[in-house]
């Protein structure tokens, strides 16, 4: 039966609430899931305390968002648009939350999960969970999905799970067994982050990349170039915890812009509710507006990774890789670049937020110049050999002023020549993961809930390893850190390889900054993660 016309019965779920709800307004939505929690949680789900005590339900929320939609389906990173917008239209088995002092983690379709005797880890479906057309969300789709990533490296979600040490299965209709060669320490983080649940036989029968089908609050209406518009799931499963019928909203548009000043330009005229990115330099001004409201996660929700490519001269020499670190100036970068809400974070991959600390000594912390001669004496390469091209992608974002902010630094500090080329992002993306003729890249990377998620960019089997580096020695402890099932040794082991990683500097976890957000000061509900999937779910228009 299609999906435009299997249903339970002559009304859907949603127009049934409707009909309950007559025009009044409902009551303040809470949180859904199972009782088990996650390191870091801090407390229940909490809402502003400006925030209306009723929600206004229906309407249509517009966004306004950068680049173009490269892909629906929620195995496959495909950019922030991408992760926004399959975010909405599948659910998750877990899902992280937003609370008053930090985050939580949650059960989505998952009612409870766990580990249990020899390494297994199990998870009890929602037996109510539904796909969009009206299916049930079995473990068989869950057993699928995870199938899936491992017959295809290529569905870049795989990266966030340990695949080739588990085995997925359904043990009955409900439940799903992960059976674990050995201890996971990332694993429930990672069924939180960004991967949804796919229909085996829709994902058969279809390309869901632009033709997707979920379990999730929305459904696709709409895709234009310039537009992707998704309506609320009529037969959604979930309601808040006083019964109300989620999402919220009748409709989410995704308008995309090449730029982003347009998009703030757009909030504060009224044309647009809410935008996924403000620079750093409209901050003040929307929050200063009273029809307006900067919404700002917590530090981590992005943050710069610098990529030395060690597969071309000069920088596969640690000496020469070395020297650049020395003579790049944070300051400048977290104070004038990011006007001081980023914080440089070269000590520890993983940042503080998430209860962690194992943070290493940063050699590299201030500029100097004379460390960076003495490492040039020592190189391989002459200083006159020390000229390179960088990439950067052709926009105007806080990313490519701090690599440009680098690049001057290094050219004034110790006369080395540098070049750069504009691409397209999809070349900046292709050039940098085919390690395709550049010094180094200046990554702006979003997203992670585990160390795994942060310091696996130094890991050789890493699909966003851009560069090439390899080190035994960091794998291995790497692989070692994921296995171990104590929070303390775990701590120890990530300590140790950010030691190993600033010695070798091969890469450099240079700063991180949190997830800023803007909206009209009428909208409500936005939760902001360390991983930018930002969930319409909850979000209303008090109208």
Known sequence: M??????????????????????ATVGLAGCTGGDDTEEGETGDSTEPADEPDEVSP?????LGVETSLQTMDPRDYGGLVSIQTYGNLYSQILQWRQVEDGYVLEGDLAVDWGWEEDNDFVVELNEDAEFSNGDPVTAEHVEYTFQSLQDD???SVGGDFRLDAMEVSAVDEHTVLFDCDVHIGSLEAALGYSLGIVHKDIDQDRDIRFDPMGSGPFVLDELTDS???LSANENYWKT???GNQLPYVDEVVFNMFSERQPTVNALEQGELDFIDTVP???IDRLQDNSDTKVIMGEPGGRRGIIHFNVTEAPFDDVHARRAMLHAMNWEELTEGVWDGYAEKAGFQATPPTLGWDNAAE???????????EAEIEQSQYDKEDFEFTNILRNADDEANRAQESILDGIQSELGIEYDFELLDDESWRTRNADNDDYGFTLMDWSGGWDPDHFI?????????NWGGYENEEVDELFIEAVYSDDHEEREAMYQELNELILEDAGKYFAYWYPDIQGARSNVYGIEAGLDLMTYFERVWIDE
Do not use: C, H
């Open 362 to 372: 940063d050699p590299y912390d201030g500029v100097d110049i004379e460390a960076a």
């Open 2 to 23: 299609s999906e435009d016309t299997k249903r339970k019965g002559p009304f859907t779920k949603r127009q049934m609430m409707k009909m309950l709800a007559g025009t």
């Open 280 to 282: 750093i330099f409209d």
């Open 240 to 242: 808040d915890e006083d």
């Open 153 to 155: 490296p290529f569905l």
């Open 456 to 464: 696996t960019m130094a890991w050789s089997g890493e699909f966003f």
């Open 58 to 62: 229906g309407g249509t929320l517009e």
């Open 227 to 229: 537009q992707i518009v």
